[in-house]
């Protein structure tokens, strides 16, 4: 590396879960006992054509942080301005 590179490499990771951490998180290697999990523990998932579960990340993150995520998108709420108190 120069001067003008960076020490540090940044990772980025993919939007889902890789399939180590989702068997991380169930406990399970084969993807019928993960989907039973996930299921039996309310996480949100779908499946690819070869039916196995997939998760995403932030969501996952979401869970294991004890918060309940939604899909309501909190931004695209329709609102309206409020003059009524302004002189």
Do not use: C
């Not at 169930?26 to 523990?41: D, M, R, V």
Request: glycine share 4%.
């Amino acid at each position: 590396m120069n001067n003008t590179t960076s020490h540090y490499k940044m990772e980025f990771q993919s939007e889902t879960l890789a399939d180590e951490e989702l068997a991380t998180i169930t406990g399970y290697q084969i993807p019928s006992k993960q989907i039973q999990w996930l299921n039996e523990n309310h996480w949100e998932h779908v499946l690819t054509g070869a039916r196995r579960p997939i998760v995403g990340r932030v969501y996952a993150r979401m869970k294991l942080a004890g918060v309940t995520p939604s899909a309501v998108n909190p931004a695209a709420e329709t609102w309206t301005l409020d003059l009524a108190n302004v002189s």
